[in-house]
């Protein structure tokens, strides 16, 4: 069953990681999607981009395998994109 079907809780303890893991990795392929079609890019010219295959592409932003799809590989791709990002860390009350 696809990500975009599944609560981020009920697919964050089917993949055994934390609900505000996989909620940040879902804004984020999001983010890729959106940024990928308002520049015209096809899944394959992305690839090409980072040189990797098409069905790369498509498996991220799928959300298929999103415990093995990295913050790393997420945020090279964006990087790509024409985005850049700041990592923070906050103390949680």
């Not at 899944?43 to 959300?63: D, P, W, Y």
């Not at 024409?82 to 923070?88: F, S, W």
């Amino acid at each position: 069953m696809p990500w975009k079907e599944m609560s981020t809780e009920k697919l964050a303890k089917s993949l055994g990681l934390n609900a505000a893991e996989v909620r940040e990795k879902q804004r984020l392929i999001e983010l890729i999607i959106t940024a990928r079609k308002e520049m015209g890019l096809s899944q394959v010219a992305l690839a090409k981009k980072l040189k990797v295959s098409q069905g790369r592409i498509a498996q991220i932003e799928s959300g298929i395998g999103t415990a093995k799809i990295t913050f790393d590989v997420l945020l090279g791709v964006l990087s790509v994109l024409g985005y850049e990002y700041k990592i923070i860390s906050k103390r949680v009350a």
